[in-house]
T-cell receptor
């Protein structure tokens, strides 16, 4: 089934640990995005990539890094997790000029 | 940057009634306005979109209107059904690039 695969689906992480959230798409979309969703705050952009080899910062990039080595994969890394990074993380991709296709999300709890 | 405000935050209607959700945006350069539906435990799903060269767009029971001068756009759902119950997000972007989202509206359709 074409779409976006995110892994893991949920994770409990000790503060200070490093973690990578995985995102893979099979639609050959050039643009990919990472958003976090917090209750009452909607969806906020963390990082984005307009095409393989390029990345950009969104609204809330601090504490996160991304890479885009190829078209299909767009991993998000938390270098040293803090409790304020507890959230649901959504990866999305888009074809030029069209809306997003979202993954099912990763629910992350930092304790 | 772009700022998108969405109202109301919660909306409860009787089955068969209409529901209207309104959004305003701040950046006059924005020209692509999608709407997403998010069911519990899932990622948002694109349901309809409108571009700035169009004033209204319909797809069966849902429609979106855009007023560029006033910088606001609205989602209209007619003949609501219980399966319409979900969280709805509006968004704004330039040429369907990185999007800024509203904070969401929780719609409850009572049978």
């Amino acid at each position: 089934i074409a779409g976006i695969t995110q892994a893991p689906t949920s994770q409990i992480l000790a503060a200070g640990r490093r973690m990578t959230l995985r995102c893979t798409q099979d639609m050959r979309h050039n643009a990919m995005y990472w958003y976090r969703q917090d209750l009452g705050l909607g969806l906020r952009l963390i990082h984005y990539s307009n095409t393989a080899g390029t990345t950009g910062k969104g609204e809330v990039p601090d504490g996160y890094s991304v890479s885009r080595a190829n078209t299909d994969d767009f991993p998000l890394t938390l270098a040293s997790a803090v409790p304020s990074q507890t959230s649901v993380y959504f990866c999305a991709s888009s074809e030029e000029g069209h809306g997003y296709t979202f993954g099912s999300g990763t629910r992350l709890t930092v304790v | 940057g772009e700022n998108v405000e969405q109202h109301p935050s919660t909306l409860s209607v009787q089955e068969g009634d209409s529901a209207v959700i309104k959004c305003t945006y701040s950046d006059s350069a924005s020209n692509y306005f999608p709407w997403y539906k998010q069911e519990l435990g899932k990622g948002p799903q694109l349901i309809i979109d409108i571009r700035s060269n169009v004033g209204e767009k319909k797809d069966q029971r849902i429609a979106v209107t855009l007023n560029k001068t006033a910088k606001h756009f609205s989602l209209h759902i007619t003949e609501t059904q219980p399966e319409d119950s979900a969280v709805y997000f509006c968004a704004a972007s330039i040429f369907a690039g990185k999007s800024t989202f509203g904070d969401g509206t929780t719609l409850t359709v009572k049978p």
